[in-house]
């Protein structure tokens, strides 16, 4: 006799300052959930870090009296900072990522010449995600899906009919993610793509972002069967090559992420500040043309 899967309930927390949305996963009021890309406000004018978007995640959480089993991260993220050592202290739970974050690491130890003491093994984080490994959420079982191209890293979390893409692509009428991050490669991302919308047609798709066209009102959800016929970059009948060539033209008219220069080191950090300096101040580095 088998048990039927669990689908989960989902609540997206949109942050309309970085465009992100972050997702509280879980079978029921009461349950065990997991936190999905969560972000820490910061200020690029001041420098200043605030926790108005973590907390809305608090408010929903204890409002629904749940129980944090899983603080996760689909990459480490150029676009915004991650809240998940906040969340941690006034939640509990355990931090995790895929397990490739470990050359994202080293790429970027070098690039922003971090200390000698930085580990480029992912320790930071309490576990690393190997590809189809299962994740325990309560009642709910999940698992890893490996899908780099964004980034060397990238992976997407399955929870029954749910799966969280992060920024493999996004809602139809945006596309997909740039490649052209240190690491990413166009190839790549489309076979991940590929991997995704072979699920079923009903599979809920929920994106890490939404950058809305057109004035329409901000969406994060949408479906496999959805993005198959409609998605502007790779619905059905897109081939290998004319995606590559797609990407690549458009990834070199692209301006960098507003904070990707503070986000990404302090995301491979699994979201703890550089340690601080003989004045007590942690400092986010800002290497001169190297990018």
């Known amino acids: 006799m088998t048990t039927a899967t669990v689908n989960p309930l989902v609540h997206g927390i949109f942050d309309p300052a970085t465009w992100t949305v972050t997702y509280v996963v879980y079978e029921k009021s009461g349950s065990a959930c997991a936190i999905i890309d969560s972000v820490l406000d910061y200020d690029p004018k001041s420098g200043r870090t605030s926790h108005h978007s973590a907390d809305k995640v608090i408010e929903f959480v204890k409002a629904n009296n749940l129980n944090v089993a899983w603080i996760l991260e ?37 690039i922003f010449n971090m200390e000698s003491s930085f580990k480029q093994d992912g320790s930071q984080f309490d576990h690393l995600f190997k590809d189809g490994e299962s994740i325990g ?4 079982t999940g698992h890893t899906m490996y899908v780099p191209g964004h980034t060397p890293a990238c992976v997407a979390y399955q929870f029954g009919d749910a799966v969280f893409v992060g ?24 076979a991940s793509t590929r991997k995704i919308l072979s699920l079923p ?47 690549t033209k458009r990834d070199a008219t692209l301006d960098m992420p507003v904070l990707i220069l503070p986000a990404v080191q302090i995301n491979i950090r699994a979201g703890e500040l550089p340690p601080k300096e003989d004045n007590g101040i942690s400092y986010a580095k800002i290497p001169l043309n190297a990018l």
């Open 201 to 247: 047609p009903a599979t809920r798709l929920f994106m890490c972002h939404d950058y809305p066209p057109n004035g329409r009102p901000v969406n994060f959800e949408t479906t496999v069967a959805e993005q198959k016929a409609k998605n502007i970059h790779v619905h059905d009948g897109i081939t290998e090559a004319q995606f590559v060539e797609m990407r």
């Open 74 to 110: 689909t990459h480490a993220h150029a676009d915004h900072l991650t809240a998940a050592p906040y969340l941690k202290q006034h939640l509990g739970g355990q931090t995790a990522i895929g397990d490739h974050i470990s050359g994202v690491q080293k790429v970027f130890k070098g």
């Open 137 to 140: 959420v309560g009642g709910l």
């Open 167 to 190: 920024d493999t692509m996004f809602m139809p009428d945006v596309g997909t993610a740039r490649c052209d991050f240190p690491g990413g490669d166009a190839k790549t991302l489309y």
